[in-house]
Every structure is written in C-alpha cells, then in structure tokens.
C-alpha cells in the first residue's frame, strides 16, 4: 500500500509541477503535512542535497522521499510517479504538436503556463528562504525579533553573495565551488558546537 501511495503522491506533484525541480517545493510541503514521511527541516536538507547531487532535483527529491519511506522498492516507485506524467504527456506532444504548433488555444495555453511555473519557482524560492534564515520555531517559543533570523545562516548568504557578485576573481568559480564549501562550513559549525 506504501508504494502505491508513493507512486500517487508523486504522480500528481510530476503532473502539476510545471516548471522544473524547484515547482515540486511545494508539493512536496503538501506531501510532509499530509503524509508525515518527513519534516520540514528534513526537505531542507534534501533540497540542499539534491541541488548539489547529478540529476534533476526533483527526481532527486523523490528518491530521497522514497528511500526513506520505504527503501529501494519505494524509491522506485516515488521516482517512477514522478517521471511518469512527464513522459505520457511529452509522448502525446510528440505524436499531436506538429498538427497543432499554430494553433492559437495552444499559444495561449503555453503562454499562461510560463508566469504559473514562475510563481510555483518563487514561492518554493520564499520557503526555501524562509527554512534556510529563519528560526521560527524559536520566535514562536516566545523569543525576542532577533530570535527570529539565524544569525549564521545570513552571514554565510550574505558571504557568498558578495564573493559570487562583487569579487571578481571569486565570480568566476563554478558554482560547485561554493556548494562544497558551504558543505564545509556547515560541518565546521556543527563540529565546533556553533
């Protein structure tokens, strides 16, 4: 029943998630509310994972959830929702497109999907913000407005905004640079207790 439930979950977030990886957020919000297979800090962590591993980051976030959920049999099926009415539907567009490229509904359509994914984009970016600076556990627990922003997270993000966009010798590094190196941070920090 597990797998089918996997395989369910993931076949409606690959079904409306338009966008690319970053649209399954979301939806991936609704799964943990829903379903309890993990919590939020546990989708930060596989976000941060999945941006910084080969592959689509929302294939990579269902496996992820699948595996946990469920081992390699579960994994197998979170991936395979996931892909499935992406591969259905470029089947049909494959097979229909040619016929119809000219057609204004089509247009149309194609031109009211781009600020749809694009909001979808934001908003995973605003609770990825909101999980990465924010303490709102500790702000709800009666703590101060300072309370509210960690502290340590901003200095990194305000760090590695300045090197990758004023620093000339720095903005040339690829980006898997910087991904490596918060990595590093982040382990120095956990180590050292801070």
Partial sequence: MIYLRLFYEFFKTGLFAVGGGMATVPFLYDIADKTGWFTYDKL???IAVS???PGPIGVNMATYVGFTTAGIPGA???TLGLVTPSVIIILIIAKFLANFSDNQYVKSAFYTIRPASTALIAAAG???LKISLLNVEAFQQGGGVLS???GKAILLAAAIFVLTNFVKPVKKLHPVVF???A??????FRFAGA
Avoid: R
């Fill in 44 to 46: 930060a962590d596989m």
């Fill in 51 to 53: 941006e910084s591993t």
């Fill in 76 to 78: 197998l099926c979170a």
């Fill in 126 to 128: 605003m609770l990825v």
């Fill in 148 to 150: 509210l922003f960690d």
């Fill in 179 to 181: 991904i490596a190196a």
């Fill in 183 to 188: 990595a590093v941070v982040g382990i120095v």
